[in-house]
């Protein structure tokens, strides 16, 4: 299966970026990153995908290195309702219908 | 619109027994897949309901089983309750199509077993 490693957790001051990194280094060529977030043991609330280029909607930015080994989820401006466990999940090979999730990073946004 | 919807919330068992766990899937998809996640611990997959059949599993034992419905909702059972059972069960849905490309799963708040 494929693998995705995050740090565990970071700190991220009220107004400044957040920039969360992922290494799927065993990603497959065609398939997609994925991001969410989980706060409180909710459910995971999806944030953003991408394949090769970076990708931006009104929630985050996603930053992924050419070789598709890793990739950068950036919060512009973090505010204290962005405290969550952060995901990036890839399928766990082509073809299949299971994710992989990680541990997660959980970040605390700072006032 | 409704999201994913997912029932009981919260629900306490006793080692041996078994529980129903349910789920709605949001409106147009006709994916469900389920997954177990302890406390402290990212998701881990249990399988994928597609067309009213189990489509995939993880690593799971058989006592874990499911069913979706021609309305595409699902259910979870389990069986002879473990102690290690215990944990939040999340239910997401997606959409199958003909097409090749990102597959978003919309995941519903869980379901949190706790076995005594």
């Known amino acids: 299966d494929a693998k995705t490693t995050q740090p565990p957790s970071m700190d991220c001051a009220e107004g400044r970026a957040a920039n969360l990194p992922c290494n799927h280094s065993?990603?497959?060529?065609?398939?997609?990153v994925y991001w969410y977030r989980q706060i409180h043991s909710q459910g995971p609330q999806y944030i953003i995908h991408g394949l090769k280029n970076n990708e931006t909607n009104e929630m985050a930015s996603l930053i992924i290195t050419e070789d598709r080994k890793s990739s950068t989820l950036i919060l512009p401006h973090a505010t204290l309702r962005d405290t969550a466990v952060y995901y990036c999940?890839?399928?766990?090979?082509?073809?299949?219908?299971?994710?992989?999730f990680g541990t997660g990073t959980r970040l605390k946004v700072l006032a | 619109d409704a999201g994913v919807t997912q029932s009981p919330t919260h629900l306490i068992k006793t080692r041996g027994q078994q529980v129903t766990l349910r789920c709605s899937p949001k409106?147009?998809?006709?994916?469900v897949s389920w997954y177990q996640q302890a406390l402290g611990q990212g998701p881990q997959f249990i399988f994928q309901y597609y067309e009213e059949e189990e489509r995939q599993r993880g690593n799971f034992p058989d006592r874990f089983s499911g069913h979706q419905f021609p309305n595409y909702s699902s259910e979870l059972n389990v069986n002879a309750l473990l102690l290690g059972d215990s944990a939040l069960y999340l239910c997401?849905?997606?959409?199958?199509?003909?097409?090749?490309?990102?597959?978003?799963?919309?995941f519903g708040a869980g379901s949190r077993l706790t076995v005594l």
């Open positions: 065993t990603i497959s060529g065609n398939e997609y």
């Open positions: 409106s147009g998809h006709d994916t």
């Open positions: 999940i890839v399928r766990a090979s082509s073809g299949t219908y299971k994710y992989i």
């Open positions: 997401a849905s997606s959409r199958t199509g003909p097409y090749s490309g990102a597959n978003v799963l919309t």
